[in-house]
């Protein structure tokens, strides 16, 4: 019984900032198991993401969203100045990274991985266009990758060409909820979507 509840445990300590460490472990309810998680740190801005993400008819949905949600959040975090050169490095021989995944499982196949890579870059062209209009609201931003991200599933699932696409089509008929936090220093905000939650302690 041990080996099964901590076959999932996984540990991740920091050398500087806020946050000292986390740990994180699944359960399966299910067989397949419908949930995932992810952690990653933002390279470009400071400060941290984790996130817990519940399949509904299946795990299709969560785990595509747990691998691509934090690089749109990361894109609306960025100051149009790193936007621009975050976006002009994506076409040289050295393109600077978003995040830095922990414990990512996770791969796409190729023709999944070339859509989804065009949809973030359309994703990309329209911060740099439009999204800078307005003040930065930490808020503002998190709806907007939620959002996004929620529509570009959608647009993917439709047949192109007269053809259907079942791999996508899959993850947007099977849906998740999501929680994510981004801690930064001192500042905690916290984004979800549907009947996910997170809990907040404290050490006395």
Same mark, same amino acid.
């Given at each position: 019984?041990?080996?099964?509840?901590?076959?999932?445990?996984?540990?991740?300590?920091?050398?500087?900032?806020?946050?000292?460490?986390?740990?994180?472990?699944?359960?399966?309810? *299910?067989?397949?198991?419908?949930?995932?998680? #992810?952690?990653?740190?933002? !390279? @470009?801005? /400071?400060?941290?993401?984790?996130?817990? +993400?519940?399949?509904?008819?299946?795990?299709?949905?969560?785990?595509?969203?747990?691998?691509?949600?934090?690089?749109?959040?990361?894109?609306?975090?960025?100051?149009?100045?790193?936007?621009? *050169?975050?976006?002009?490095?994506?076409?040289? #021989?050295?393109?600077?990274? !978003? @995040?830095? /995944?922990?414990?990512?499982?996770?791969? +796409?196949?190729?023709?999944?991985?070339?859509?989804?890579?065009?949809?973030?870059?359309?994703?990309?062209?329209?911060?740099?266009?439009?999204?800078?209009?307005?003040?930065?609201?930490?808020?503002?931003?998190?709806?907007?990758?939620?959002?996004?991200?929620?529509?570009? !599933?959608?647009?993917?699932?439709?047949?192109?060409?007269?053809?259907?696409?079942?791999?996508?089509?899959?993850?947007?008929?099977?849906?998740?909820?999501?929680?994510?936090?981004?801690?930064?220093?001192?500042?905690?905000?916290?984004?979800?979507?549907?009947?996910?939650?997170?809990?907040?302690?404290?050490?006395?």
């Amino acid at each position: 019984v041990d080996n099964i509840l901590r076959a999932n445990e996984y540990t991740h300590e920091f050398s500087n900032g806020s946050v000292k460490s986390y740990d994180s472990n699944q359960l399966a309810s *299910n067989n397949p198991i419908e949930d995932t998680r #992810s952690e990653a740190s933002c !390279l @470009i801005t /400071s400060g941290h993401l984790v996130g817990v +993400f519940d399949g509904h008819g299946g795990g299709a949905c969560a785990q595509v969203i747990a691998k691509r949600l934090y690089h749109y959040i990361t894109a609306c975090l960025l100051p149009y100045d790193h936007l621009t *050169n975050y976006v002009s490095s994506l076409s040289t #021989s050295s393109p600077l990274e !978003l @995040i830095q /995944s922990y414990n990512d499982k996770v791969q +796409f196949v190729d023709d999944v991985r070339d859509l989804y890579k065009n949809s973030f870059m359309e994703f990309l062209k329209d911060l740099s266009e439009v999204g800078y209009k307005q003040g930065f609201e930490m808020r503002k931003a998190l709806e907007k990758a939620f959002l996004r991200l929620d529509d570009d !599933l959608s647009k993917e699932a439709l047949p192109t060409n007269g053809k259907i696409n079942m791999k996508t089509l899959s993850v947007a008929m099977s849906g998740s909820v999501a929680c994510v936090a981004h801690i930064d220093g001192a500042h905690l905000h916290i984004a979800h979507v549907g009947d996910c939650s997170a809990v907040l302690g404290k050490v006395k």
